[in-house]
């Protein structure tokens, strides 16, 4: 037997029955004959592993176990959806296209509630796969997607290409899952994004094989560089190229079709065999979406229809306070526990004093709750009819629940807080946040963690999150915490120290300045020195910081001098490592079409135009100030030359570059 030839003939049978049966839908052999070809591969591979390859079925069992996952810098940013709730939204949603072009089409297409995930193949091998981070920076779970058998290893063409998509977990594997670990009494998911989310942050990727996830991909960067001009002719790509797109995906031209097809899909929600949690419209065309722009956070050509939450009624049998990490008092419904869109509530914001007092919200009450965006539970309001009499009415707490001392409000604001600078339940937030993944992204030092440490003593401060190497020997006693999860964890706390400047700015927790300014304010001064130097006048010249953030800015760094000071000490990194812009007249506010192929890579040449203030897009348009032109470059430079823009050849640009 040739048995390099007979690798390649399992392989290319399991390969056909994996598309077969979880791209398409239409299962080609039995589960019976699938387990025999794959016990004869992996035996064949074991004792031929230079015939192994990369790309082999066998690599979807699941590996070695990881220590931590690496970081992963997105390309091109991946932003979120903006939310409409309702026709009239939807409406001005549309009108803001109509702004810029006429008779505009949409793809309408389910909301998967599930998690992003961003693939990226070389020559048609699956080379990486990243969570969505923050958008700029993700986590590499490449081991992992590579188990996901909707998810090809190998393309149909032998291209370079990025795409995104959603990874899931359907409701039956959802539920299989969850008996199975309550047979184990092992803590049950409370629903199937929060089972997917988990599956596919675990370490050993032979574990993530066993929860069988599931993917929909439906968009691709650069797609205009594909000839393909509009979302509909993508999707068509993508499942040309092997991947799994959502069949239940309609093209409409108006407003009245978009509202047709999400009252269709409200009403068959429930029959769906996986969570949706909306619809997203998509402009069609994409030769006009760089017309239309972004925000920081969203696209302007597309948003997500959000369904109306489920409403629920239970019983409000206490009001708790908590202690933000500012010392805010919030307010806290502490219920009967009650199932809302697949999760068990016993507790849902109250928001303040206010609201409760302006709803004639009392314990005891019959309330109505619901999840706001289906994430946050909130009481919505109470069952006044249903009173016996022997509810309390509300009265707002006057002394902080955990250190005691007396709370205040500010003239015209709503929340009360507590100003005492050493009360515990402040301090274990204010540590919980600087740990967080989006300030400095200590993994292993989550709540729990964060607390147990607090309440023994090791950390009450984040100086001492930095010394917990000094008390190394004391953690590996702790009940639960080994070696190897303690070394993992000084691992986590070493390397944030090299985190950009933004990333501590917004761990520092200064009132009001949130991820945005931190960046904001890190672009601007550059080194943390600078900062802390500044005036008000100064901040409030900078667009975004008002005079009130320029106020806490300045409060801050007077009352923290010994603080900062000490974080020096420790070599925690004080300067932004981001684009820095370089002053050049050459790129500032211009807009830059690449096209043709060049010599160095585009998200090299993209990211010296960023660079130096200009930015690039994909499409020629009447707002473009240059295309540069590569060799081979097709209709791009063509229209550049019809519409009179100015073209510069590669060694223009370099030129240029160098002034």
Known sequence: MNIKLRINELT??????????YVLDNPTITDQEYDRYMQELIILEEEYPNLKKETSPTQRIGGGVLNNFNKVTHKMPLLSLSNVFNEEEIISFDNKIKQTISNPKYTLSYKIDGLTVNLTYKKGILVNAATRGDGYVGEDITNNAKTIKSIPLKLTEPIDIIVRGEIFMDNNTFLKLNNEREQKKESLFQNPRNAAAGSIRQLDSKVVAKRNLDTFIYYIFNALDYNIKTHYEALLYLKKLGFKTNLNTILVNDVKDIMKFINKVTKIRDEIPYEIDGIVIDLDDLTTRDKIGATNKYP???????????????????????????????PNAFLEPVKVSGSTIRRATLHNEENIITKDIRVGDAVIIRKAGDVIPEVVRSLKEKRSGNEKKFKMINKCPICHEKIYKENKMADYFCINENCDAKNIEGLIHFASRNAMNITGLGDRILEDFYNLGYVRSIIDIYNLKNKKENLIELFGFGEKSINNLLENIERSKNNSLEKLLFGLGIKQVGEKNAKILSKEYDDIDNLINATIEELTNIKDIGSVIAYNIVDYFN??????????????????????EIKNINFNNKTFVLTGTLSISREKASLEIEKRGGKTSNSVTSKTDVVIVGSDA???????????ITIWKEKDFLDKIKQ
């Not at 109306?308 to 019983?315: G, I, L, N, R, W």
């Not at 097709?634 to 009179?644: P, Q």
């Open 634 to 644: 097709g209709s791009k430079e063509k229209k550049a030359i019809e519409l009179g």
């Open 559 to 580: 009352n923290n001098k010994a603080l900062i000071k000490e974080l020096k000490k420790l070599n925690i990194n004080m300067k932004y490592l981001g684009i820095k």
């Open 300 to 330: 302007k050509w597309a948003t997500a229809y959000k369904f109306q939450p489920t409403e629920v009624t239970t019983k409000l049998i206490d009001i708790i306070f908590t202690v933000g990490r500012t010392g805010q008092i919030t």
């Open 12 to 21: 290319n049978i399991i390969n056909k029955a994996n598309e077969s049966y």
